[in-house]
């Protein structure tokens, strides 16, 4: 009896030393190895089934917020009766209605099984864009726009978080650079779109009524698809074998990442806000859209010059081939050097920074040089995508990573809320440009002191480790819910002390 029960226990204590996750309801060792061969094919297969299904969800988002550019060139203003003011508000309503969701939504991440929560979102988004084609004034446009933006609130934050279950870190950077992709290629589509609506004389709705069913019925049909399709994390991935699923959960956690957990801790919401770094996330998201409504009057700026409706269409379209490119440069940038990824965020900055000063030199009589110069102002999804990729890379903790990921985008919203205000003054818009110069430098001095505080963080972290002061394993504390120090815990950046910051 007692030699049973000291099996038993001997049993018991290995199996909470060994790393173990619990795997189609049996509990899995995850201790092994796997060949390099292995490792390819698997990310090969992620790479084909997930991130197809955040580059969709993606791109519908991005031309659901550029719809009202064009929009706006196809009748919206003059068949609602809007002021230049008006007009403003119906992009800074949008986001405002993003703001509002975050503070639910940061709870609910974090609560429910993520992909199906934003499945449901999206669904909501596309019924919601659909309502955009009815109003009649602006009252009933505006409230609509709020809601579209509640719905949307989900999306952005939860890719970031998705990001970080499936990839490891030195992959963050480039899969997050493919699905902010889309956001060029809905310019560039969206412009055709709604070229080829315009275009068509025999629709018996105006043209901006049309554009919003159709990118609504697309929005709720991939809403549907994600839900049903998107798998829930790792241990329930529909398209991977048992074998598979354990080499998947081997690779994470050699970055100690646990996957998506249903749990709210106060311990990390409390260490998030005492967190400077946690605070620079949400400036960057401030900062790196304060320059967006570039991306929504630059239609209205080259319509001014004396085009007409089609030709601003095709002219605003390279603009997305343009922000495409740059991104795509940035990310070749982060492969040469891997360890500067702040660094290479200050080098994109440089690009928009030119196309707002040409804009704000140029008269509107310059033509093509001040069409090329809206280009590159529209640049800001290039570094937008390395600073999210650092988001992904350099948080853990289940609780903390969402609210991270949420201050991003409450300063993103943030941003988006008052930086259309600043856009009233037709056709220049001087007050605007100057506010995206200031920005942009704020920006840059803003990740230079995240560099510093990561570089810090890492020497304090080495020299810890040195002395042995530091649990290069694990330890207690915040961030650590159990006491387990596994892999698999659902330890925060802080509180795992042998993770490094990527700067």
Known sequence: MDATSNMDKTRLSDEKRRPSQ????????????????????????????????????????YLDKQSLSYAGVFGLIDDLNLTNSQYSWCSSIFYIGQLV????????????????????????????????????????????????????????????????????REEHAFRTALWVSMNGIAQVLGCLLMYGIGKNTSLGLEPWRTLF????????????????????????????????KQVLLLR???????????????????????????????????????????????????????????????????????????????????????????????????????????????????GWALIGSAWLASCITASMSVLLSLVASNVKGNTKRAIV????FIGYCAGCIASPQLWTNRPKYLEGLITALVTWGLLMVTTVIYRFLCVADNRQREK?????????????????????????????????????YVW
Do not use: H
Not at 27 to 54: C, H, N, Q, W
Not at 104 to 124: A, D, E, N, Q
Not at 475 to 484: I, M, N
């Open 213 to 244: 069913l159709i990118c609504g019925a697309l929005t709720i049909a991939s809403g549907v698809g994600f839900f049903v399709l998107m798998p829930k994390g790792p241990t329930d991935a529909w398209f991977l074998s048992e074998r598979e």
């Open 405 to 408: 990921n949420a201050m991003f």
């Open 464 to 500: 810890d480790a040195q002395t042995g002061l530091g649990l290069e394993s694990g330890g207690s504390g915040p961030g650590f819910e159990d006491g387990s120090d596994t892999p698999l815990a659902d330890l925060t950046d802080k509180g795992d002390r042998s993770f490094r």
């Open 101 to 168: 969701s975050e503070y639910p939504f940061i709870y609910l991440m974090s609560r429910l099984p993520l992909t199906k929560f934003v499945g449901i979102t999206v669904i909501l988004w596309g019924i919601t864009c659909t309502c955009l084609a009815a109003p009649q004034n602006y009252a009933g446009f505006a409230a609509v726009r709020f809601l579209l933006g509640f719905t949307e609130g989900a999306v952005s934050p939860a890719f970031v978080t998705i990001t970080s279950i499936w990839w490891r």
């Open 22 to 61: 619990v795997l189609s309801g049996d509990l899995v060792d995850i201790t092994g190895s796997y060949t390099p061969e292995e490792e390819k094919a698997l990310v090969r297969k992620i790479d084909k089934v997930i991130l197809p299904f955040m580059c969709l969800v993606f791109f519908l988002q």
């Open 252 to 366: 994470m956690a050699k970055d100690r990442e646990g996957g998506d957990k249903t749990s709210f801790s106060m311990s990390q919401f409390k260490e998030t806000m005492l967190d400077p770094k946690a605070w620079c996330v949400f400036w960057f998201g401030v900062l790196v859209t304060m320059q967006s409504p570039v991306l929504t009057f630059a239609t209205l700026v080259i319509k001014s010059i004396g085009y007409s409706q089609l030709q601003t269409m095709l002219y605003t379209a390279p603009s997305g081939a343009v922000q495409v490119a740059l991104l795509w440069v940035g990310v070749f940038f982060c492969y040469l050097f891997p360890r500067q990824r702040t660094l290479v965020v200050i080098v994109l900055c440089i690009p928009p920074i030119v196309g707002n000063i040409l804009m704000l030199i140029l008269p509107l009589t310059s």
